[in-house]
């Protein structure tokens, strides 16, 4: 499973709302403060 990044809050939210009912288990991942890489914090 690989993890899935998310640049804003409100790109996380458009995805649970097309994948809710066809998505079991969503790996979500983070990256670190300063990795260079924008994060939902």
Do not use: I, N, Q
């Not at 990044?5 to 300063?34: N, S, V, Y």
Request: proline letters at 10%.
């Amino acid at each position: 499973m690989e993890p899935l990044f998310f640049t804003t809050p409100a790109d996380f939210r458009a995805w649970l709302e097309k994948r809710h009912a066809t998505e079991t288990e969503p790996l979500a991942g983070f990256c670190k403060k300063g990795a260079g890489r924008p994060s939902v914090t």
